[in-house]
């Protein structure tokens, strides 16, 4: 249900109007477009504890195969609201934060695994 109510929030934070989402300087398109990377690392994180139960392969397949759709998604969403655009930037950028979680997410899952084969009697 995190998952669900995560993306309705990217949702809605895509149909804002362009003037409601900042001044247009370079600095502010600078850090709109950067908030992409957090943002999709946080939608990975919300599809990875979803499908927590599966395994790592498949796991990684889904989060990204979902996070980059519904990327996609909402880069076209957007392109509706007045005074945005849709941009296959942002869609790359929205790629880097769920690659970033999948790897900080294996990285743990390697670091577990040597632990528990250090521990194990």
């Given at each position: ?35 992409h990377v957090p943002l999709y690392a946080g939608l990975g ?40 655009s849709a941009s296959a930037a942002d869609v790359a950028l ?28």
């Open positions: 249900m995190a998952t669900v109510g995560y993306m309705a929030w990217i949702f809605h934070l895509s149909s804002l109007p362009g003037s409601a989402t900042g001044p247009d300087t370079p600095f502010w398109r600078f850090a709109a477009n950067a908030s994180f919300c599809v990875l504890m979803t499908v927590a139960h599966w395994p790592w392969p498949a796991r990684a397949v889904w989060t990204l195969g979902i996070g980059l759709a519904y990327a996609g998604f909402d880069e076209w969403h957007q392109s509706w609201a007045p005074g945005r929205d790629g880097i934060g769920l690659v970033l979680v999948l790897a900080v997410f294996w990285g743990v899952s390697r670091r577990r695994a040597v632990l528990s084969e250090a521990l194990a009697p």
